[in-house]
């Protein structure tokens, strides 16, 4: 359910669970996590994330998430471990993201997606906690009362909305999706890997 490729120095990792809307398994996260502990061995510049069919992912799967998947620290394990890659991390969201899922592009350098993308976290409304970094980083990129309205208000934003708030970084079409994001990764493709991870290391 997650499909591992390697080309061209870039590692794109797709989720594919579209009869579920690409919810999330306790398995799948651990085949993600492993996957992303691998790239850095592989001599990748830039890992991609994205999803099958027009959903990037609901979330946690519901029954893993009652089983105690909502609160199991493999959600933050792989978010860190995303976040502390030396190489360029794209998320290419092929369609809505919601829940936990959103730990994984928040963690990424920058976020594109396609115009039917929607964007929401509620957490509040299901009585869980997000992960420990998920509002940190989510307030970095968009703001603390932006934030708040993803994790308190419940709020459900288009993908036009989650551009002009700076969640998102470009919009694409989903033909074209992630060809954008290959090409957006040209340059650190074309480096070296030390030159891709000190200029990384310049952003805070």
């Known amino acids: 359910m997650i499909n591992v490729?390697?080309?061209?120095?870039?590692?794109?990792?797709?989720?594919?669970?579209?009869?579920?809307?690409?919810s999330l398994t306790r398995l799948m996260l651990e085949e993600m996590d492993a996957a992303v502990a691998q790239a850095e061995m592989k001599g990748v510049r830039a890992v991609i994330l994205t999803g099958a069919g027009t959903v990037f992912s609901a979330g946690a799967d519901l029954e893993d998430a009652r089983a105690g998947l909502a609160t199991d620290p493999v959600w933050e394990r792989l978010s860190a471990r995303i976040a502390s890659l030396p190489c360029l991390t794209i998320a290419a969201l092929n369609g809505t993201l919601a829940g936990g899922a959103m730990g994984m592009a928040l963690a990424c350098d920058f976020r594109v997606c396609v115009p039917g993308a929607k964007f929401f976290y509620p957490v509040m409304k299901l009585g869980f906690l997000p992960q420990p970094s998920d509002p940190r980083r989510l307030a970095a990129i968009?703001?603390?009362?932006?934030?708040?309205?993803?994790?308190?208000?419940?709020?459900?934003?288009?993908?036009?909305?989650?551009?002009?708030?700076?969640?998102?970084?470009?919009?694409?079409?989903?033909?074209?999706?992630?060809?954008?994001?290959?090409?957006?990764a040209a340059d650190a493709v074309g480096a070296t890997a030390d030159h891709v991870a000190a200029i990384k290391r310049f952003v805070p």
Do not use: H
């Open 142 to 184: 968009i703001g603390p009362a932006r934030a708040k309205m993803l994790l308190m208000a419940g709020a459900r934003i288009d993908a036009q909305e989650a551009l002009s708030w700076g969640l998102v970084d470009r919009i694409y079409a989903p033909e074209t999706l992630l060809s954008e994001a290959r090409a957006l």
């Open 5 to 22: 490729e390697v080309e061209g120095r870039i590692l794109t990792l797709t989720v594919n669970r579209t009869e579920k809307a690409n």
